[in-house]
C-alpha cells in the first residue's frame, strides 16, 4: 500500500487516504513521507500539516501553509499570496486528519474544501491528504484502508509485547478484533506495561473486552471513537443518530441496506443517517450490509439491550418475520428465504434475548420459528442448544424447541443427537398426553433409525406412529407417515411393501392439493423402482418430482431429484448422464452444508466407476471433512468406507471401478413433509 501511495506521489497525483480511526492512515502517510523515492523527488521540501491542531476555519489553514511551507506570508488571505513561493518547487504537502477542518458541517466547511480543492490541482504540489470522512476534493486519488493481515496483525502485536512465544489464545483476540491496528497495538501496550502473561490477558480480554484498550497515558479506543462522534456531520444526524449506530453495532452482520425503512419505521431519514455513518467510517457497506469494524461494534454496542427502545422495536421485527407460516405450497414460500442472508444476526439476537429475558414466551417461540427457517432454508448447527436443553420440562416452549433442534441435527447429518433429543421430547409429549405429538415424534425417530441403518426399530416406530395418526382420522398426518414408512420399507429391502404404502399415500391426497407430499411419493417410489431394477419407472417418477419441484422452485427437492437421478446413471454405467446429474445437484447446494457432503459423496462414487481413483480420492477427503465439520457420523463412515474401496482400488488397478453398484450411503429422506407441516399444524387455532 505504501509503494502504491508513494507511485502516485511521485508523479504528483493527489491522494487521499480514508478510513476509520485508528486504521492507520497516520502511520502509513509517516512511512512515505520518509520512503526514499519520495525524499529524491521532493528532498527537503516535504510538509506535514496536522490539521486537528488549529481551529476550523480558512484563515487558520492559510496561516498555517504559509508558515509550514516558508512562503513567509503574514495573514494571506488566500492561495494566491502563496502562489509564488508554492509554485517556484515541486513540494509535497501532507494534510493529517483532514475530516478536523473539511467537515461538511463546519462553519467554515465550504471555504476550507475549496481552499484544499485548489491545492489538489497545482501542477508543483503533491497533496496527501488522510481524512475519517470521504468528503474530499475530487482530483484526489482515494486509497480506502483496510485492516490488517493476520501475519502483520501478529508482528504488530508482539514487537511491542515482547514474548517470543506466539499464543493461539492471543491470535483469537486479534481476529475478534478484526486485526484493527490501534486496537492491537492498545492491546499489547496494555499487556506489555502490565507485565500480562496471555493467561492472564486473555482472561482480562474475555472479561473486559474493549474497555481493557486504554493505556497509562490515556490513550484508548473509546477516545478515538468519541472523536468521530464529536463531528459536526455526526450531530447534525439528531438525536436518532447514536441509538441507530447502536443497533448497527449490536448485530455482526450490521443492517440489511434494503430493509432500514421496514426495520426503522419511526425515522423516515434512516437510510441518509446511515449513509453519512459510512461517509465518517464509522460503518462501511459489505454484501448488501452497513456494518463495522469488531472493536467498534463492541464499544458502540448496548450495554442493556432491554433499554434500548430502538433495540426492542428491531427485535419485534424480526420475531414477526419469524412468526410467517412456512408453507411450501404458497407461491410466497421463497420470500422466507431472507433468513439465509441475515441468519447471524437473527441469532445472535436470540442468543442475548434468550440469557436477559428468558421468561419471556415470545422469546422461546421465536427461537423454535428461527430453528424452522433454518430448516427450511439453511440447515446448520446453532448456539442456542445447551440453552434450549436446559430449560425446565414444564417450559411450555421446551417440546417445540427441542423437536425443531433434532431436526436440524438430523438434516445436518447427526441423526444419534437428534435420536437424544427426539426421546426425550417423546418423554414429556407423553406426560402432557398430546397424541398428535407423539405420533409425529414416533416419526421422527422411526426417521433417525433409518438413517442409523436400525430398520427394524425404525419400522416399528413408523407403525406406532401410523396406528395414532389413524386413531386421530387425520388425513395430512396420515400420509406423511406413509410417505416415511415407504422409505423405511424400501431400505429394508421390503420393496413390494415399500410400492404399496408409498402407493397409497398418493391415492390419499386431494387432487392439486399437497404438492410437497405428492413430490416426496414419486420420490420414494423412484427409490423403490431403482433398487427393483425397473429404470425407466424410476427416472419417471425422479423426473415428476423435478417437474412439481421447479414450479415451486424447492431446492431441496430439485436438489435430491438430481442426486438420486446421478446414483441411478451411476449404476447404470451412464457416466456422462450422472455427471451432468451431480453437477445440477451442486447448482442446488446453496448454503446446505450437508448437501454439499452428499453431492461430494456422489461425485466420489461416480468418478470411483469410472476409474477415475485419484479424482474421486480427492473427493471423498473434502467430503470427509464437511462431515466432521458436522459431526454426520453416518456420512463420515461411508465416506471412509468408500476411501478404503479407493485405496484397494488404487494398489489394484483390475478390480477398481467393479465394487457394488449400490448407493453411496443411504437415500437421505427429504423429511420436510412430515417435519414442517405436523410443527406448523400444530400452531394453527384449534390444533
Not at 332 to 351: A, K
Not at 372 to 384: D, E, F, N
Request: overall charge negative; glycine content about 6%.
Amino acid at each position: 500500500m505504501i509503494e502504491e501511495v508513494v507511485g502516485y506521489a511521485v508523479n504528483l497525483t493527489p491522494i487521499a487516504l480514508i478510513g476509520a480511526g485508528g486504521i492507520g492512515k497516520t502511520s502509513i502517510i509517516l512511512a512515505v513521507l520518509h520512503n526514499h523515492r519520495i525524499k529524491q523527488r521532493f528532498g527537503d521540501n516535504r510538509r506535514f500539516i496536522r490539521c486537528d491542531q488549529f481551529p476550523a476555519s480558512s484563515t487558520h489553514l492559510l496561516n498555517r501553509l504559509s508558515k509550514v511551507t516558508g512562503a513567509g506570508v503574514e495573514n494571506p488571505e488566500d492561495l494566491a499570496s502563496l502562489y509564488p513561493s508554492l509554485s517556484s518547487r515541486e513540494i509535497l504537502i501532507v494534510l493529517d486528519n483532514a475530516e478536523s477542518i473539511l467537515d461538511p458541517r463546519g462553519t467554515d466547511a465550504k471555504k476550507i474544501y475549496g481552499l484544499v480543492e485548489e491545492l489538489s490541482r497545482w501542477e508543483t504540489i503533491c497533496l496527501l491528504i488522510t481524512s475519517r470522512i470521504s468528503t474530499i476534493p475530487s482530483e484526489c486519488e482515494i486509497v480506502d484502508i483496510p485492516t490488517l493481515s493476520i501475519n502483520a496483525a501478529r508482528d504488530t502485536f508482539y514487537r511491542i509485547y515482547k514474548k517470543r512465544e506466539q499464543s493461539n489464545l492471543i491470535t483469537q483476540i486479534l481476529e475478534q478484533l478484526d486485526f484493527h491496528p490501534l486496537s492491537i497495538t492498545l492491546l499489547a501496550t496494555v499487556a506489555h506495561q502490565n507485565k500480562w502473561d496471555t493467561e492472564r490477558l486473555t482472561r482480562e480480554w474475555e472479561t473486559r473486552r474493549t474497555s481493557t484498550l486504554q493505556t497509562e497515558h490515556d490513550e484508548s479506543l473509546a477516545a478515538t471513537i468519541e472523536l468521530s462522534l464529536s463531528s459536526p456531520l455526526f450531530q447534525k444526524l439528531g438525536p436518532d443518530a447514536r441509538a441507530l449506530l447502536g443497533i448497527v453495532a449490536f448485530f455482526p452482520q450490521g443492517i440489511n441496506e434494503n430493509d432500514v425503512d421496514e426495520i426503522f419505521p419511526a425515522i423516515p431519514n434512516g437510510t441518509n443517517i446511515l449513509d453519512k455513518f459510512c461517509v465518517l467510517s464509522l460503518t462501511y457497506r459489505s454484501n448488501g450490509f452497513i456494518t463495522m469494524l469488531a472493536p467498534l461494534r463492541d464499544y458502540l454496542s448496548a450495554k442493556d439491550p432491554k433499554s434500548s427502545s430502538l433495540l426492542c422495536t428491531v427485535k419485534e421485527h424480526y420475531f414477526a418475520r419469524l412468526s410467517v407460516q412456512l408453507d411450501p405450497n404458497e407461491p410466497n414460500f421463497g420470500e422466507s428465504r431472507w433468513i439465509t442472508s441475515e441468519d447471524v444476526n437473527v441469532e445472535h439476537l436470540l442468543d442475548v434475548f434468550t440469557t436477559i429475558d428468558a421468561d419471556s414466551a415470545g422469546v422461546w417461540e421465536a427461537c423454535a420459528n428461527f430453528m424452522c427457517h433454518l430448516l427450511w432454508h439453511r440447515p446448520r448447527l446453532v448456539i442456542l442448544q445447551p440453552k434450549i436443553e436446559g430449560l425446565p420440562d414444564d417450559h411450555p416452549s421446551k417440546m417445540d424447541c427441542l423437536l425443531d433442534l433434532s431436526r436440524l441435527l438430523g438434516l445436518v447429518g447427526n441423526h444419534v443427537e437428534k435420536k437424544r433429543l427426539l426421546t426425550h421430547a417423546l418423554m414429556l409429549s407423553k406426560e402432557r398426553g398430546d397424541d398428535e405429538y407423539v405420533a409425529g415424534l414416533l416419526s421422527d425417530l422411526s426417521y433417525s433409525n433409518l438413517m442409523m441403518g436400525l430398520h427394524e426399530e425404525g419400522i416399528k416406530r413408523a407403525r406406532e406412529s401410523l396406528e395414532v395418526y389413524e386413531s386421530l382420522d387425520g388425513t395430512v398426518g396420515l400420509v406423511d407417515c406413509l410417505i416415511n414408512l415407504a422409505w423405511l420399507l424400501c431400505e429394508d429391502g421390503q420393496l413390494d411393501a415399500a410400492e404399496e404404502t408409498a402407493s397409497r399415500a398418493i391415492n390419499l391426497l386431494p387432487e392439486k392439493e399437497h404438492q410437497f407430499r405428492l413430490c416426496q411419493s414419486h420420490s420414494v417410489l423412484g427409490n423403490v423402482y431403482r433398487s427393483k431394477g425397473e429404470t425407466e419407472k424410476a427416472i419417471h417418477h425422479f423426473e415428476a418430482v423435478l417437474g412439481i419441484a421447479s414450479s415451486f422452485n424447492w431446492h431441496g427437492e430439485l436438489f435430491w431429484a438430481h442426486y438420486h437421478l446421478g446414483g441411478l446413471f451411476c449404476d447404470e454405467g451412464r457416466f456422462d448422464d450422472a455427471n451432468a446429474h451431480v453437477d445440477h445437484a451442486k447448482s442446488f447446494v446453496g448454503n446446505v452444508t450437508y448437501y454439499l457432503g452428499r453431492v461430494m459423496q456422489l461425485q466420489t462414487k461416480v468418478w470411483y466407476h469410472q476409474g477415475r481413483l485419484e479424482e474421486a480420492r480427492s473427493e471423498a477427503l473434502r467430503a470427509t471433512d464437511v462431515y466432521e465439520k458436522l459431526g454426520a457420523t453416518r456420512g463420515l463412515e461411508l465416506c471412509r468406507e468408500f476411501l478404503q474401496l479407493i485405496e484397494e482400488g488404487m494398489d489394484d488397478p483390475v478390480s477398481s471401478g467393479q465394487s457394488g453398484s449400490g448407493d453411496c450411503g443411504l437415500p437421505q429422506i427429504v423429511y420436510f413433509l412430515h417435519v414442517l407441516t405436523f410443527h406448523s399444524r400444530l400452531k394453527e387455532p384449534g390444533g
